[in-house]
């Protein structure tokens, strides 16, 4: 009977560890099960969020392509520099050639009047 008893004894405390050790797996469960529920959620803000700047990365880079052909540089490039250079030099040329063509004139004019004139 003494036998009976300690094995109860042992039954009953074993039992008494298993419930102990059930209660700390079923707090660890619902741990894990609330923790794989708020990375859940984390995940949907983090894509919603990757979403919006992969948006944002398309519009950017849209702008940018549109930037150039909106907003002429602030200054002129080196080739329009040169452009423009040569540009002024052929209308100083220009001037320069106006001014001999009528000086050319005035005196064909002038020798035309003079040859013209025969004194009698």
């Known amino acids: 009977m003494e036998a009976c008893r300690q094995i109860q004894l042992e039954r009953d405390t074993f ?3 298993l419930k102990g050790e059930r209660a ?3 707090q660890r469960m619902n741990q894990m099960s609330e ?4 990375l859940r959620e984390e995940k949907e803000c ?22 150039p052909a909106l907003a002429p540089p602030a200054r002129p490039s080196e080739v329009e520099q040169q452009l423009q ?8 040329e220009l001037e320069s050639l106006a001014g001999q063509l009528q000086a050319q004139e005035h005196l ?11 004194p009698s």
């Not at 923790?35 to 708020?38: A, C, E, K, S």
């Not at 250079?85 to 100083?92: D, K, Q, T, V, Y």
């Not at 064909?108 to 025969?118: I, K, P």
């Open 15 to 17: 039992a008494e560890i």
């Open 24 to 26: 700390t797996w079923q």
């Open 35 to 38: 923790q794989m529920h708020t």
């Open 46 to 67: 983090i894509m919603n969020r990757l979403q919006e700047l992969e948006t944002s990365l398309v519009e950017l880079r849209k702008q940018m392509t549109e930037l």
């Open 85 to 92: 250079e040569e540009a002024e030099h052929l209308r100083e």
């Open 108 to 118: 064909e004019a002038a020798s035309q009047r003079t040859s013209s004139y025969r």
